[in-house]
T-cell receptor, first 114, second 114 residues
Framework: AQSVTQLGSHVSVSEGALVLLRCNYSSSVPPYLFWYVQYPNQGLQLLLKYTTGATLVKGINGFEAEFKKSETSFHLTKPSAHMSDAAEYFCAVSDPGGYNKLIFGAGTRLAVHP | NAGVTQTPKFQVLKTGQSMTLQCAQDMNHNSMYWYRQDPGMGLRLIYYSASEGTTDKGEVPNGYNVSRLNKREFSLRLESAAPSQTSVYFC?????????????FGSGTQLSVL
């Protein structure tokens, strides 16, 4: 069975600092991997996804993530945090051979302070 | 640009009452999903519909029923609400049901069962 672990339910950074949100997955087959963001009182929006090909994936709003098969990780990074990045971030995995039934991590709430 | 529309946005029920959450999408997507979001647990799939006329159970289907009324609409029914069903419910859609598809989310329904 697939699973996703997000290390750290809350992360706090200063504006302009590096953002690093950690995601590790468990899957019996190479999975598809996603990062979604949820702003207050809104639904989730896709930040980026890895399906096949290049392991460094660039997304919206300056975020990127790298798929590392040997470490079963898909950490999300952004070089310089902005106040508008404050939100909850979810890592998710799906089985390429199955239907689009995403398995989500518990989420990491990012706070950005001046 | 409506996207995925959910109604109602808020609802309070008493234990044992029934209600239906409505979801409609205007993007001509084939696949639709219902998730629930609970603190510290991320999102969990309740039911999904790969295409019009089909529905299947997700990770946590007990206590729920769904209807794919047509290609646009996918409703979630609680026949006898329980306090354990207090949650935020999200409807989502995707063009197809394949595992690499982006999900488009509604803004959610916050349900409290007393």
């Amino acid at each position: 069975a697939q699973s996703v672990t997000q290390l750290g339910s809350h992360v706090s950074v200063s504006e302009g600092a590096l953002v690093l949100l950690r995601c590790n997955y468990s899957s019996s087959v190479p999975p598809y991997l996603f990062w979604y963001v949820q702003y207050p009182n809104q639904g989730l929006q896709l930040l980026l996804k890895y399906t096949t090909g290049a392991t460094l994936v660039k997304g919206i709003n300056g975020f990127e993530a790298e798929f590392k098969k040997s470490e079963t990780s898909f950490h999300l990074t952004k070089p310089s945090a902005h106040m508008s990045d404050a939100a909850e971030y979810f890592c998710a995995v799906s089985d390429p051979g199955g239907y689009n039934k995403l398995i989500f991590g518990a989420g990491t709430r990012l706070a950005v302070h001046p | 640009n409506a996207g995925v529309t959910q109604t109602p946005k808020f609802q309070v029920l008493k234990t044992g009452q029934s209600m239906t959450l409505q979801c409609a999408q205007d993007m001509n997507h084939n696949s639709m999903y219902w998730y629930r979001q609970d603190p510290g647990m991320g999102l969990r799939l309740i039911y999904y519909s790969a295409s019009e006329g089909t529905t299947d159970k997700g990770e946590v289907p007990n206590g729920y029923n769904v209807s794919r009324l047509n290609k646009r609409e996918f409703s979630l029914r609680l026949e006898s609400a329980a306090p354990s069903q207090t949650s935020v419910y999200f409807c989502a859609s995707s063009p197809q049901v394949f595992g690499n598809e982006k999900l488009f989310f509604g803004s959610g329904t916050q349900l409290s069962v007393l």
